[in-house]
């Protein structure tokens, strides 16, 4: 079809693009967090259709990852633990402060995640920021349950933006875990995935 043609296609059916891309912004969604996808958000969808539920659950998967490999993740992060969540602090919507008891055999990477000695364990902090919009909180931190957690180490203030800042109000310090729902690897412990790391902790990432 000629480039012609389809605009007077547009033009008798009435759906020229300019008017979907209108009735897209005019559409509300101020009760939604920002797109972590960016652009390439809706761009193939035909229409807006917020508050469906095929949607919520695209926006959930793309801002959660619950796909991620553990080879890929072992060597794309600073450190990677596995322990066993000690308590879960809730410090604003989407912001939480985990405490994981880790033993030495959980210490798979460390770099310069900061850890403290506790009987058996080593205590470590970990900001756990949610930037999906799932019915869950992603990643899901039971307390008493063995995670592997890979992800960043926050080490300087211009890591965070200025608002998430003043919610912590120092809370969390240089040395401590930073995981993010969309890029980290937090998954439950088991053999499987332990094997999995620990083949990645002996072959040479590149
Ligand atoms: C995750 O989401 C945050 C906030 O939307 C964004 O700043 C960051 O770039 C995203 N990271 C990835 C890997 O998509």
């Not at 797109?35 to 659950?57: E, K, V, W």
């Not at 553990?70 to 000690?86: L, M, P």
């Given at each position: 079809?000629?480039?012609?043609?389809?605009?007077?296609?547009?033009?008798?059916?009435?759906?020229?693009?300019?008017?979907?891309?209108?009735?897209?912004?005019?559409?509300?969604?101020?009760?939604?967090?920002?797109?972590?996808g960016?652009?390439?958000?809706?761009?193939?969808?035909?229409?807006?259709?917020?508050?469906?539920?095929?949607?919520?659950?695209?926006?959930?998967a793309r801002a959660?990852?619950?796909?991620?490999?553990?080879?890929?993740?072992?060597?794309?992060?600073?450190?990677?633990?596995?322990?066993?969540?000690?308590?879960?602090?809730?410090?604003?919507?989407?912001?939480?402060?985990?405490?994981?008891?880790?033993?030495?055999?959980?210490?798979?990477?460390?770099?310069?995640?900061?850890?403290?000695?506790?009987?058996?364990?080593?205590?470590?902090?970990?900001?756990?920021?949610?930037?999906?919009?799932?019915?869950?909180?992603?990643?899901?931190?039971?307390?008493?349950?063995?995670?592997?957690?890979?992800?960043?180490?926050?080490?300087?203030?211009?890591?965070?933006?200025?608002?998430?800042?003043?919610?912590?109000?120092?809370?969390?310090?240089?040395?401590?875990?930073?995981?993010?729902?969309?890029?980290?690897?937090?998954?439950?412990?088991?053999?499987?995935?332990?094997?999995?790391?620990?083949?990645?902790?002996?072959?040479?990432?590149?």
């Amino acid at each position: 079809m000629t480039a012609r043609a389809f605009w007077l296609l547009c033009l008798i059916i009435g759906s020229a693009p300019e008017a979907t891309v209108a009735e897209r912004k005019a559409s509300p969604t101020h009760d939604r967090k920002p797109d972590p996808g960016g652009a390439q958000s809706a761009d193939n969808s035909p229409a807006p259709r917020l508050h469906s539920p095929g949607r919520d659950a695209e926006t959930c998967a793309r801002a959660c990852r619950t796909d991620l490999d553990e080879r890929e993740s072992y060597c794309g992060s600073e450190f990677a633990v596995n322990g066993i969540v000690h308590d879960v602090e809730v410090l604003g919507k989407g912001i939480r402060l985990v405490t994981l008891l880790v033993d030495r055999d959980g210490l798979y990477k460390m770099n310069r995640l900061y850890s403290t000695p506790d009987g058996f364990f080593f205590r470590v902090h970990i900001l756990a920021l949610d930037f999906s919009s799932c019915n869950k909180p992603c990643p899901e931190f039971k307390p008493g349950s063995r995670y592997i957690v890979m992800g960043h180490i926050y080490h300087k203030r211009r890591q965070l933006p200025t608002a998430l800042l003043r919610v912590l109000r120092g809370r969390v310090r240089p040395g401590d875990g930073l995981v993010r729902s969309n890029s980290s690897y937090v998954k439950r412990f088991n053999r499987k995935r332990d094997g999995q790391v620990q083949g990645a902790i002996h072959t040479q990432c590149i």
